[in-house]
């Protein structure tokens, strides 16, 4: 059986102001390491085998910490990184809301974003999930560890699993260095097995996450 834990990141310096990265590559705040921490130390208990990550940094660093923990290596896969943002990337939530009403409550509600520049929901669930499948292969039958992002780890695990939008849109989106744990089932596939699971931290939970 195949274990996938696909690990958000800890919190960034944009996490913790409200301000959308998208792909703007932000470092971690000081909670956000302490949170990898904490986490590596849960995860490196499960004996993964490969550690796969998005290399923007909050992520690459993040996966770090569990390589630290468990002497493997990180592999970077950009496939892995958060959804682009377009034009509200750098901008507050109430910045967003204030110029693009409209497309911004289509959002809060898991609606596609037309215009703005930002990156379609199908396309993101298509990249991340096809990264997560060769991260899977390459430890089949054992755990693999994929550090990513918090619209980026919905849209690939539903994707993953076959879930349509408006199912993926009721997944609740990761905490900071929190995980969702997907196994392998020899008759239905990919399995959803735990989601949100661990103790890094709270920071991160709201729409901002993204």
Do not use: Y
Request: proline letters at 3%.
């Amino acid at each position: 059986m195949a274990r996938l834990i696909v690990w958000r990141h800890g919190e960034s310096e944009w996490n913790a102001v409200a301000r959308f990265q998208g792909q703007t590559d932000t470092n971690l705040t000081a909670l956000g390491r302490q949170q990898a921490a904490v986490a590596a130390a849960q995860l490196s208990k499960l004996e993964p085998v490969a550690i796969v990550s998005s290399d923007l940094r909050r992520a690459a660093d993040t996966a770090a910490a569990l390589a630290a923990s468990t002497g493997l290596e990180v592999v970077l896969d950009p496939r892995l990184r958060e959804r682009h943002f377009g034009q509200w990337q750098g901008k507050t939530l109430s910045e967003i809301e204030a110029t693009w009403p409209m497309e911004f409550a289509g959002w809060r509600v898991g609606e596609p974003v037309l215009g703005c520049g930002v990156e379609h929901l199908e396309d993101l669930g298509k990249r991340t999930a096809a990264a997560l499948r060769e991260a899977a292969d390459r430890a089949p039958g054992s755990t693999v560890v994929v550090v990513t992002h918090g619209a980026a780890a919905r849209e690939g695990c539903g994707a993953l699993l076959g879930w349509p939008d408006h199912v993926r849109r009721t997944l609740a989106t990761l905490r900071n260095c929190r995980w969702t744990e997907l196994r392998t089932d020899p008759v239905r596939g990919w399995v959803l097995h735990a989601h949100n699971v661990g103790s890094g931290g709270t920071a991160g939970a709201g729409v901002a996450s993204e």
